[in-house]
């Protein structure tokens, strides 16, 4: 008994620390809108920790620039632990781009996303925060900073820090590459200690095939290491659009 008891205090206490962002089906927002433009948007991703089962997830979207400043696309997401593959939420994102691309030195932009998950004990998610798009020549820099709670969940969340960070080298159209980082420092005012915070990162390729006039087929996918904290030991991460 006393056993059991430990181990469920063990997997609880890791249920609570775990980062904010453990979906390894993440992917880096960039802060570019299309007015008009549509989208089918595809995510994968799988994580493996020794002595876990490996953790998978997948997402496909729909999406459209309904302006020259506002896109908006809604995901129905699945998980898959050990043999079991289940639904496990919608969620709404938005992306704002106040100004126009090249206007000031950096672009910016905004993301909101909202999540309802499966289980009504997780309650709402709520992700929201500014994107950072920086040009050198060839070189394209992104840099984000998230804000990420549960609203009405069982098991009370403060408001969690992320981020995101990727470099790319636009060496041709068809293929490029580059690196992909991502992290959560744990809460947002008091920042939790290094080995409950999560940061990994590692090479990513990037890539955009026109099939048509207007139609294209982007992608991009990274492979990710733990650099430290509470991330996954190994993170397999894709993403494929096609843009319509």
Not at 99 to 112: A, H, N, S, T, Y
Not at 134 to 144: A, E, L, V
């Amino acid at each position: 008994m006393l056993r059991k008891s430990t181990a469920a205090l063990a997997a609880l206490a890791a249920l609570c620390l775990s980062p904010a962002f453990a979906d390894p089906a993440e992917y880096v927002f960039e802060p570019t809108v299309t007015e008009g433009e549509r989208e089918i948007d595809f995510k994968f991703g799988t994580a493996s920790n020794p002595g876990a089962d490996r953790l998978s997830a997948a997402s496909v979207a729909f999406g459209a620039g309904v302006t020259r400043y506002w896109f908006t696309e809604v995901y129905a997401k699945y998980k898959r632990e050990g043999a079991t593959t289940r639904f496990d939420a919608v969620e709404w994102e938005n992306r704002f781009q106040p100004i126009e691309p090249g206007q000031w030195p950096v672009d910016l932009g905004l993301v909101i996303e909202v999540e309802k998950p499966r289980s009504a004990a997780e309650g709402w998610e709520l992700n929201f925060g500014p994107l950072l798009e920086f040009d050198y020549g060839r070189t394209q820099i992104n840099t984000n900073l998230l804000l990420h709670r549960n609203f009405r969940a069982e098991q009370g969340q403060s408001m969690h820090l992320a981020y995101q960070a990727q470099v790319k080298y636009r060496y041709r159209e068809p293929f490029e590459f580059g690196l992909q980082a991502f992290g959560d420092l744990g809460p947002w005012d008091h920042w939790a200690p290094g080995n409950e915070q999560s940061h990994s990162v590692g090479p990513a390729i990037f890539g955009k095939f026109s099939l048509s006039p207007g139609h294209a087929l982007r992608y991009n996918a990274a492979f990710l290491w733990r650099t430290g904290g509470a991330a996954d030991n190994r993170t397999l991460r894709a993403q494929v659009e096609y843009e319509f």
